[in-house]
């Protein structure tokens, strides 16, 4: 069965910062590509970073140069680094993880969420 469990979300100031970890039980952690996703109230669920299974990362416009997605394939986690963080970052952030095999098949499993405030 596989889970990923996110933790690290809370309530910081503008301007704070929060990590993120997402730890994935149950599947080939190493061969999936990793990412983090966010959703506010009344809103769609966007990306916000991935990593893949050979470590290129990507991030949406509005937080470069203020998030770092890494992974730890030895402890089959998942990181957030947000600095710099404004009320607009608000939302539940989740986990995937996704898997393109060979023969076609994706693989796409989601985390719980943690939820992140940005409030003075």
């Known amino acids: 069965q596989v889970q990923l469990v996110e933790s690290g979300g809370g309530l910081v100031q503008p301007g704070g910062s929060l990590r993120l970890s997402c730890v994935a039980s149950g599947l080939a952690f190493r061969l999936y590509d990793m990412g983090w996703y966010r959703q506010a109230p009344g809103e769609q669920r966007e990306l916000v970073a991935n990593?893949?299974?050979?470590?290129?990362?990507h991030y949406a416009e509005s937080v470069k140069g203020r998030f770092t997605i890494s992974r730890d394939n030895a402890e089959n986690t998942v990181f957030l680094q947000m600095n710099s963080l404004r009320p607009e970052d608000t939302a539940a952030y989740y986990c995937n993880g996704r898997r393109l095999w060979s023969f076609g098949k994706i693989s796409d499993h989601w985390g719980q969420g943690t939820q992140v405030t940005v409030s003075s």
């Open positions: 990593i893949t299974s050979q470590f290129m990362t």
